[in-house]
């Protein structure tokens, strides 16, 4: 049975160019490998199959997953140690990977990895409401394509009262960058 778990970090990768590309992804363990399984098509995808390294970025500031999908990709990096893909600067933790293998599918390719290094940087100091609010809005900008536009607006204002009762200052500069993306989407956004 495939392990179902999925967990999310930031993800970064190498471009054409070398520059690193952050996004968030899922990804899953089987056994101390690590399985990252992008969508295609999708640059992290296009970065894995030519660059064959990553690096999971483990942190808090959930700006830098709503900063990926809408448009605010520059976050300060500075270089790993095992792999050439720079990591976060401000990471509480991060994973260097190889991939070992490749299995391919049509809509999500796999490519199983190996850690190469893992390293703590800052602590973890728990689990606040609004980031995972920000986090599932987030997914959900990530699909709104293919979403009804009602399960949109009902999971949003769910999610609102989250970030409304305990997210701090990034959390709600995260939010307004969320909602400011479903707001402009043609299927979802108030001209809709």
Known sequence: MTNSLIHEA???TLDASGRAH????GYRCEGNRVVLAP????????????HPEAVLNFTTDVR????????????????????????????????ELRVMSMREDPERPRFVCQR??????????????????VVELAILV??????????????????????DKTGGPREQEAWHWLTS???AHPRHGAAA
């Open 10 to 12: 930031v993800i970064t």
């Open 22 to 25: 952050i996004t968030p992804l």
């Open 39 to 50: 969508f295609v098509p999708s640059r992290t995808l296009d970065n894995l199959r030519r």
């Open 64 to 95: 830098v997953i709503a900063g990926a999908l809408t448009g605010r990709r520059e976050w300060p990096m500075v270089a790993s140690t095992e792999v050439a893909v720079p990591r976060l600067a401000e990471s509480l933790a991060h994973w």
């Open 116 to 133: 190469v290094l893992e390293a703590t940087h800052g602590a973890f100091t728990g689990f606040n409401r609004a980031q995972a609010a």
């Open 142 to 163: 990530s699909r709104l394509d293919w979403l009804a536009p009602a399960q949109v607006r009902t999971e949003r204002a769910y999610l609102q009262h989250a970030v």
């Open 181 to 183: 993306a479903v707001d």
